[in-house]
């Protein structure tokens, strides 16, 4: 893969005020389509992918699973980066976990996702005309938490959150210490990876990878990928919100940079024809995770 070019390298604000102009509302961060099935399928995809790497976060038996059910009390966090209104953390991540530090540099949507998550403290377990919660899970009963921080990607150290960044409260759990600068069992990053030159975004997972916190911690991104030419990365630029969509092996060549081992890949399914592909990979510290036990 070449070095970036000024043609190939997204400029920041650019994005932002595009972003800015959008709606702070499922069909402003997902393009229009967040009134159909793609949110749904979205979420359960990756759910599913998550569990499939990690089963000891699964609270609930099914027929499927043979890892026992996890009694620890252990509380497992994640960072969702590029969280927009917090569609993430909301519908996949509170699923899995206790505490999620949620990132977005768009003072809109992060307001948005704020406000949600605080109305979900009188919403509970509500459920509305489809059958779906409507409050965040966890957040009503205290059981689990989720901290709001405002900054871009570009200037964001993963292992130290409150660095140079605008820490907008905690809602839900509070411990006993301040665990904002604790390490994360995930990195999440969806649709916004784009945001990031090639360098920038070695830099970005090279920082994710030290705020991992142990063998077992994962990063996993979910991102568009364009064609390629047989044998040769590709990266393509949105002049419109100027970010970038990459190729398989451009993102595979990223990950090698940064010095991660791809541990799996999977295509999402079931989304809307004329789309890009969309696929998921779950990365980690270039170490065989063959040879690491199970820890909770």
């Known amino acids: 893969m070449t070095p970036d070019t000024p043609s190939l390298t997204p400029n920041l604000q650019h994005g932002i005020d595009y972003w800015k102009a959008q709606p702070a509302s499922l069909d402003g961060v997902l393009g229009g389509f967040g009134s159909g099935s793609l949110p749904r399928v979205d979420s359960l995809g990756s759910r599913q992918f998550l569990l499939e790497l990690l089963p000891e976060l699964c609270t609930i038996p099914g027929a499927m699973s043979t890892a026992p059910l996890s009694t620890s009390t252990r509380r497992y966090r994640a960072l969702d980066v590029g969280a927009g209104i917090g569609r993430v953390t909301k519908d996949v991540l509170l699923y899995l ?121 994962l990063i996993i991104v979910k991102e568009n990928n364009c064609s390629e030419p047989e044998g040769a990365a590709k990266i393509v ?15 595979k060549e990223i990950f090698k940079a940064a010095g991660l081992k791809l541990v799996r890949e999977k295509v999402q399914r079931g989304f809307p024809h004329g789309l890009y592909p969309v696929k998921m990979y779950a990365i980690d510290s270039n170490v065989s995770r063959s040879a690491l036990k199970w820890f909770l």
């Open 237 to 251: 630029l949105d002049e419109e919100d100027s970010s970038l969509t990459r190729s398989d092996l451009a993102f």
């Open 97 to 217: 976990v206790q505490d999620v530090v949620l990132l977005e540099p768009v003072e809109s949507f992060i307001e948005e996702a704020l406000q949600q998550c605080k109305n979900s403290m009188q919403l509970g377990a509500s459920r509305n005309e489809n059958g779906y919660t409507t409050g965040w899970p966890g957040i009503a009963d205290g059981s689990k938490s989720v901290t709001f921080v405002q900054s871009p990607l570009q200037d964001f150290d993963p292992a130290r959150p409150g660095n140079d960044t605008e820490v907008l409260g905690r809602v839900g759990f509070m411990p006993g210490e301040d665990d904002l600068e604790s390490r994360f069992d995930i990195v999440w990053c969806q649709w916004c990876l784009g945001h990031l030159s090639n360098p920038d975004l070695v830099e970005f997972l090279r920082l994710s990878k030290s705020a991992l916190r142990g063998p077992r911690s």
